[in-house]
Nanobody, 132 residues
Framework: EVQLVESGGGLVQPGGSLRLSCAASGFTFDDYCIGWFRQAPGKEREGVSVICSSDDSVAYADSVRGRFTISSDNAKPSVLLQMNNLRPEDTAVYYC?????????????????????????WGKGTLVTVSS
């Protein structure tokens, strides 16, 4: 059974850091794009960051570039999202989604954001709250 499980969310003060983890089971990362998406209350879902194994590409939304870093651990396998300098507007439920594709990170992030998709399969999400 293919499964993605997110963890690492919580309450943090502005300027703080969190590291989210997306643990995968039932498949390997070969030729997969795995991304983080988020949805804040009353807002549309947006793509945050993606990593693709076919070409080792990564992509970030403009709103998080320079603050968030995505990485993968193929041995576990899992995808991590290190979030630094968090802002109140980063408050959202964060989901990881995956899809077997070779289109590259930037395109996959864009097309899934435009079409409000989380990829081929996804987890249940983890809540991140940034507040003082």
């Amino acid at each position: 059974e293919v499964q993605l499980v997110e963890s690492g969310g919580g309450l943090v003060q502005p300027g703080g850091s969190l590291r989210l983890s997306c643990a995968a089971s039932g498949f390997t990362f070969d030729d997969y794009c795995i991304g983080w998406f988020r949805q804040a209350p009353g807002k549309e879902r947006e793509g945050v960051s993606v990593i693709c194994s076919s070409d080792d590409s990564v992509a970030y939304a403009d709103s998080v570039r320079g603050r968030f870093t995505i990485s993968s651990d193929n041995a576990k396998p899992s995808v991590l999202l290190q979030m630094n300098n968090l802002r109140p507007e980063d408050t959202a439920v964060y989901y990881c989604g995956a899809e077997q594709t070779s289109v590259g990170a930037a395109f996959w992030l864009s097309i899934n954001t435009i079409n409000d998709r989380l990829g081929e399969f996804w987890g249940k999400g983890t809540l991140v709250t940034v507040s003082s």
